[in-house]
């Protein structure tokens, strides 16, 4: 959302990108907990957009190998065997909304586990909730969280672990849903599937552009004919872009989508984004993870990093970076470099109805 050009409006593809059609997985993150049951509801809409394959994963904490206490042994037993359970019902219900699924249970640490499960297999969507069984802290993201969007190559989407979305339908709808842009094509990488759950869901587009206001010009030295350039830039600006956002639309509602646009020149993205939820009572914000200021190195940009810590409410964060792109930043991610540790899933149970 940082630049602004008169560039020829971009094309905007009808539905979804390919990759997100029939053979998608998505991967949701279970720990039990009241937060993370509640994501269950936004990953089966998703499912229903995009018809993919949904996979159940929870993870118990590995036993203490140094300890030989029955007790202990008998206690991660049943813990074990209460994820069993829980899983299994949770599939059932799955089953019952005809769903084709999976569950995962794997031991071990979280964030470990489930980014070995995504690195093993192709998932395009991870679906979790911003804090797990420990609930709220003064943390706004949990570790675990955070470390799994931090890492992950997939496309992901945080539920806040707040009491509104605690107790949430089990088939979630959306009516507002914005989507910050700027002109670039890795922006508009979120605009497909934001399109397609707009359709999906009858739900308004709000496409959202901030023009950050040029940095010093109020310093004292600066010439007033100089400030006066400075304002006339803005002003040009931000016609250019109602122009280039206005085209959008006008496409859009061509096609049945209900869209409103917002431009500003006198406001930084991240309090753009804030305010517009805010103001116009936004449910759902889907954005790509960069936009025009696209870093292999970073698997989001500022203003998505700050969305993906801070969203107030459902996020769909878009991973805009192609796979040559990806396996280029690798070797340049130092938290990325440490092989996880060995392990795999202690069962698999599987649902295709």
Request: glycine share 4%; net charge negative; aromatic share 4%.
């Amino acid at each position: 959302m940082e630049n602004t050009g008169s560039h020829d409006v971009q094309q905007v593809p009808n539905g979804t990108s390919p990759e997100f059609i029939g053979t998608s997985q998505i991967l949701v993150c279970l720990d039990r907990s009241e937060p993370s049951k509640a994501i269950l509801s936004y990953a089966i809409m998703l499912t229903r957009v995009i018809d993919a394959k949904l996979t159940l994963m929870h993870v118990v904490e590995s036993r203490n190998q140094n300890s030989s206490s029955c007790h202990d042994a008998l206690k991660w037993e049943l813990k074990h065997q209460e994820a069993c359970q829980y899983m299994q019902e949770l599939l059932k219900l799955i089953t019952g909304l005809k769903i084709p699924a999976n569950m995962q249970i794997a031991e071990g640490r979280a964030a470990e586990q489930i980014l070995r499960y995504i690195r093993q297999h192709h998932v395009d969507f991870v679906v979790l909730a911003s804090h797990g069984a420990h609930g709220l802290t003064e943390w706004s993201i949990s570790s675990t969280a955070s470390k799994i969007i931090g890492r992950t190559h997939s496309s992901f989407v945080i539920i806040p672990a707040t009491p509104d979305y605690q107790s949430a339908e089990l088939e979630s709808t959306v009516q507002k849903i914005l989507v910050p842009l700027d002109d670039s094509l890795p922006s508009q990488a979120a605009l497909p599937i934001a399109i397609r759950i707009a359709k999906h869901q009858n739900a308004e587009l709000i496409l959202a552009h901030a023009i950050e206001p040029a940095s010093f010009h109020r310093h004292s030295g600066l010439e007033h004919s100089d400030r006066e350039i400075v304002k006339s830039a803005e002003s040009i600006l931000e016609a250019a872009a109602r122009d280039y956002f206005g085209q959008i639309a006008a496409r859009l509602e061509s096609e049945g989508v209900k869209v409103s646009v917002i431009v500003r020149s006198d406001i930084n993205p991240i309090s753009l984004i804030a305010e517009t939820i805010a103001a116009r009572s936004v449910d759902f914000v889907v954005m790509s993870a960069h936009g025009s200021s696209t870093n292999e190195q970073y698997p989001l940009a500022r203003t998505s990093s700050h969305m993906a810590s801070h969203t107030p409410v459902p996020l769909l964060m878009v991973q805009d970076l192609d796979e040559e792109q990806i396996a280029r930043a690798l070797p340049k991610r130092c938290y990325d470099s440490a092989p996880l540790p060995r392990g795999k899933p202690i069962s698999t149970l599987e649902n295709t109805s």
